[in-house]
Structure formats: C-alpha cells, structure tokens
C-alpha cells in the first residue's frame, strides 16, 4: 500500500449533525469506518468502509488471550467551523507503545494519522457543534489469527470507528478508594492502554456503584497505601498550593494525554505541580487541617471532572462546592477554549482535518 493513499470503499455521506439531546456518549456511530490488515510482516489494505459489523471465527485469537489494545481521542468543531483533532499525534505514539507491550506490530504514522484525518473528512457532518460536545475516536487493534495456542498472533486488524459524543460524566464524582483489589503490579500491564486492564476491574467497580459511588481510585498491590488512578482518568489533589499527581514511575499508571495537558498549562501558570508518591494518609492528613482544596481527574472521555467525595474504609473526605474549584474549573474552561478555537494553540496540540 502506497505511503499516503487509502481505498474508500464507499460514498461520502455520513449521518446529519446529532441534536443535543440525542447525543450520548459510545451509543451512536458514524457511518464509515476505516480498517487495515497486518499480514506476512506488513500492513495493507488500508481502506474507509462503512460502518458494519466485524464476521471472525470462534477461533480468532484475541478472543482466546486478550491481545487488544485501543486509544481515544476527540476532534471538535471550533467556532469557525473547523473540525480539528486534538493531540492525536501522541495518542498513536502511546498506541505503538501498547503495541509493543503486547508483542503486536506498530502502526505506521500515515496509516493512523493520515487515516484518521481522512475518517473524520468523511463523516465531518456529524461532528456536533455545542459546547461539551465532540466526536469521540476510537482505534483499536486486534489479533485475529484463527488459532488456538499461546503465542503471539502473526495477523491484526487496525480499525477506527468514531462516534458523536456528550459528556461522559455529567456531575461531581463520589469515589470509592480500593483498599483490597488491585488493578496494576509493577512489571505489569497498568501503563498501557489494553483491554485487559479494563476487564479486570469491571466486577468490583459495579460493586462499588450498587453501593452508590461513582467510580474506584485504585491504590497501589503491595500496602494499598497510595493512590494511583481513577477508573476512566488520572487523579489530581489541590493540597496548600501546591497541585499533586500520582507519578508514572511504577509502571503501574497510564499517562494521560489530558493529564499531559493539565501539567502543561499548570506549569505555563507558574502553579506549583508535583508529580510523585501520594498516600491516603497524606489527603487525610490535608483534609482533616483543611488543606485540601480540590480533586479531580482528567481523561479524553472525562476532560476535566470534579470529586465531591473520596471515600476510604469508613472515612470520608466532603470536598467543598466543585462549582467553586478554582483550578479545576480554570483548566477546564482553558482547554476548552484551545479545543474550539476561541484561544490560540500555542502548544501544538490542534491537528486541523
């Protein structure tokens, strides 16, 4: 396949714009879908296709042992119409990054991004316009030779399907701090974005939600002592003046693109950021003599979402209002403003369609 041409298998149509209230987030997609073959040592067969379901055999492999691994990523409409893609550069530097943790092949530049590009061309009318709102991407990769044994595949598939979307959480979190289960051992997989990692902690996350959380804050395996991340996001803490997130040393927590970003402007706003170690003990501490000032976390499906409320065994932590979090809602509005283009890009992160 030549370097920067890719076979569209079908007209330029695509679904009209969503309506506000009909847009929800991963329940509705767009009608074109872009898919490649890795084969014989070499991707090919990069084409945009519409939207339809995949036909495997009961013996394709990632079913069997779980090598699949994705990324997400949003475009926005800015205010002068522009559909524009935001960091998407790094989200396929960490995608070849899960790749190579997983023994798959990494995923050329110009078939991810390039095809990208030419994805979201295609489907431009139904990027939604109001302010919240985005189209959610997701690629993903899958092994899928039809075969039963141990061993690494020797054929994937690369996809991306895209998908109009709101908010994904729409009000201030409750948390549930993990004190038994665990979600990533250093060694492990907990730095890469692969499926696995999410499966593992689906049954106690509906537990934690049938007792009325919203999510887990997972702590580290050994001593459950510090913090590491949020189900769906990167966790920071407003503690005095300065701002804290749990490091990405261990190998343990997945660096966000968004939490990238949060580190950024923080910086460029001559905050005070750290970036280390964080014990329950220590935001106890902090909340009990009223230094705790604000938690959020950040991801591409949650942005920037406040926490009303950590709770640990029998302890709770009661934020105050989030509607008052001075540098949660700052960041949030910042980003959003470079996103829809009411403030110059002066970081790089807008890739135009």
Request: negative net charge.
């Amino acid at each position: 396949m030549p370097t920067t041409e890719f076979e569209t298998n079908t007209d330029k149509k695509s679904i009209t714009r969503p309506e506000p209230e009909e847009i929800q987030f991963g329940k509705k997609f767009s009608n074109h879908m872009l898919v490649a073959n890795y084969e014989n040592g070499q991707w090919q067969d990069a084409n945009i296709i519409p939207f339809k379901n995949l036909s495997l055999s009961p013996a394709t492999s990632f079913i069997h042992y779980g090598q699949a691994i994705f990324e997400g990523i949003k475009a926005y409409r800015q205010k002068d119409g522009h559909v524009v893609l935001f960091r998407a550069l790094d989200n396929w530097k960490r995608m070849n990054a899960s790749a190579i943790r997983m023994d798959m092949p990494e995923i050329p530049e110009e078939i991810f991004m390039n095809g990208m590009r030419l994805l979201v061309d295609f489907d431009r009318s139904s990027v939604p316009s109001l302010e919240g709102t985005s189209l959610y991407i997701r690629p993903f990769m899958i092994a899928t030779d039809e075969f039963i044994g141990v061993r690494a595949s020797e054929k994937y598939m690369f996809s991306i399907i895209t998908s109009p979307a709101g908010s994904y959480y729409s009000k201030p979190m409750s948390i549930y701090v993990e004190d038994k289960y665990v979600r990533a051992f250093p060694g492990g997989t907990g730095n890469v974005k692969t499926a696995g990692n999410y499966a593992m902690g689906m049954h106690h996350t509906n537990l934690v939600k049938k007792m009325g959380f919203d999510e887990i804050l997972w702590t580290d395996g050994y001593e459950h002592k510090f913090v590491q991340e949020i189900g769906t996001m990167n966790v920071f803490f407003v503690i005095g003046n300065k701002v804290i997130t749990p490091d990405l040393m261990s190998g343990t927590i997945l660096g966000g693109i968004t939490q990238d970003s949060v580190i950024t402007l923080l910086k460029r706003k001559r905050h005070h950021v750290e970036e280390r170690l964080i014990s329950v003990d220590e935001i106890e501490h902090a909340f009990k003599y009223g230094e705790l000032k604000e938690v959020f976390g950040t991801g591409t499906a949650a942005s920037i979402t406040s926490i009303a409320k950590l709770t640990y065994q029998d302890n709770e932590i009661v934020l105050p209002d989030p509607e008052n979090f001075e540098i949660a809602n700052w960041l949030k509005l910042e980003l959003s403003d470079i996103r829809y283009g009411r403030k110059e890009d002066t970081h790089g992160w807008i890739f135009q369609v």
